[in-house]
């Protein structure tokens, strides 16, 4: 019995410096998980009945190899479709074939359809709705193959200007500071005739960028002129009234007639501040609900822009005027210009017009029992009956990891401690052959008997 026990001795070791030595080949593989052999004794057998404190068994066999699912060092790359995941999870791909598989090798690339390909073509998946021409996807929806639109980001017609900052509240009226030029009842601005972007006319100006359907660019001016009170006009009665007027790529502003009188008032803001400078509510003047909409002849061929202004964060406080908040929603079309990940798993793409948009979020499997996956090749594990499979997750939620775009996860081997275990095992296999060597002896010298 001792050849058998000594062959067996031989096979595991055999088979323990396979598994050390396919650990040390895999060092540099991104996101391989380290192997260890788990062995176990054969069956032992009685030689003298069924007395058990005379068994002796008859040899040892290879009863499983374990893979080391622990953290393996992040690598940076400045790639920012090389993906890592830090704790615990794996990314899903699909196959054209065969069922999804797991991976924890992040190196990932965009194909010519948009695509987030492995190296070897298989497709990343996440959470993605359905993409619609002229839309950008979200990310809402089921679980599917991510796909970064290849198509431009769809110009957007501006709705909503925000303009915030303060109003000098020592300053006067056109009519106060040139009454040698204007009535008492003047208003702005100029009369017929005369250039109205004098700058005596108002107070103060900005000027924005804003956005038809078609994407053209338009400038919409806004000129802030203070209201001298007047006893006949119950909406200037407070000393701190401002009227707002908008002009539109340099045109006469709109609701003032050529004369000089307010022909819509319906499209002029009117800002009046209390005793603390902040601006009462609701401010008079175009809504949301009733936004104010350029004439037509401004955007041929194009919808005509409707917009409201936010004025919320003005303020009217002795102090020079400033603008501390100019921004609006629209914007012109755009191409991709690159995608980044976040840690949560979004992927954002960027646009040449400056635009970001949330295209969709990578999906994170995790299983009860990592160890019972089967490995595939290629970096890739499937799901079997006692992995546990559970459902997939979003980065940073239950017990998924964190993304770390621009990275790669090193195997987890510790090739110090694979060199000291191949010794091990070296030594073990020599002394498995020495058992059978020495039984050898032990025959030749029984036959050599007379």
């Known amino acids: 019995m001792s050849f058998q026990q000594g062959l067996s001795g031989l096979s595991v070791s055999s088979k323990a410096l396979d598994i050390i030595s396919n650990n040390v080949a895999n060092t540099n593989t991104i996101g391989f998980k380290a192997g260890s052999a788990i062995f176990s004794d054969v069956?032992?057998?009685?030689?003298?009945?069924?007395?058990?404190?005379?068994?002796?068994?008859?040899?040892?066999?290879?009863?499983?190899?374990?893979?080391?699912?622990?953290?393996?060092?992040?690598?940076?790359?400045?790639?920012?479709?090389?993906?890592?995941?830090?704790?615990?999870?794996?990314?899903?791909?699909?196959r054209e074939n065969g069922p999804d598989v797991y991976t924890r090798n992040g190196q990932f690339e965009l194909d010519k359809e948009g695509f987030i390909r492995t190296p070897t073509g298989e497709r990343l998946k996440g959470f993605q709705s359905p993409v619609t021409p002229g839309a950008l996807p979200t990310p809402i929806g089921g679980l599917k193959d991510v796909q970064v639109p290849i198509v431009g980001s769809q110009?957007?017609?501006?709705?909503?200007v925000e303009i915030g900052g303060n109003l000098d509240a020592n300053d006067l009226s056109a009519a106060q500071r040139y009454p040698q030029l204007f009535g008492s009842t003047f208003t702005f601005p100029l009369p017929a005739g005369e250039n109205w972007q004098d700058a005596r006319t108002y107070n103060f100006s900005t000027s924005i960028k804003a956005y038809d359907s078609l994407g053209k660019s338009h400038e919409l001016t806004y000129y802030f002129a203070k209201v001298t009170p007047t006893p006949n006009d119950p909406v200037n009665t407070n000393e701190n009234t401002w009227k707002v007027f908008t002009s539109v790529d340099g045109g006469y502003p709109l609701g003032v007639g050529t004369d000089g009188s307010i022909e819509d008032p319906s499209v002029i803001w009117s800002l009046t501040f209390n005793e603390k400078g902040t601006v009462n509510t609701p401010i008079v003047g175009p809504t949301a609900a009733n936004p104010l909409a350029i004439p037509a002849s401004y955007t041929p061929g194009a919808d005509r822009i409707r917009f409201h202004v936010d004025f919320s964060d003005m303020r009217q406080i002795g102090g020079s005027y400033l603008i501390t908040e100019l921004t609006q929603d629209g914007y012109t079309g755009g191409e991709l210009a690159g995608v980044s990940v976040g840690r949560d798993g979004i992927v954002t793409g960027r646009y040449t017009n400056g635009e970001t948009r949330e295209l969709a979020q990578l999906a994170l499997q995790t299983f009860r029992n990592p160890n019972a996956l089967l490995s595939i090749g290629n970096n890739f594990w499937e799901a079997t009956t006692e992995s546990g499979l559970t459902a997939p997750s979003k980065a940073g939620e239950g017990v998924a990891g964190v993304v770390s775009a621009g990275m790669i996860e090193d195997a987890n081997v510790e090739l110090t401690n694979e060199l000291v275990q191949m010794i091990v095992q070296q030594r073990n296999y020599q002394a498995n052959a020495q058992s059978i060597k020495a039984q050898d002896q032990v025959l030749q010298t029984l036959v050599n008997l007379r």
């Open 155 to 160: 110009p957007m017609p501006t709705s909503r």
């Open 43 to 94: 069956f032992a057998a009685s030689l003298t009945g069924s007395i058990s404190g005379k068994q002796v068994g008859v040899g040892a066999t290879l009863g499983a190899v374990r893979q080391t699912f622990t953290q393996g060092n992040l690598t940076t790359t400045n790639n920012p479709l090389d993906l890592a995941i830090n704790g615990d999870g794996f990314f899903v791909v699909s």
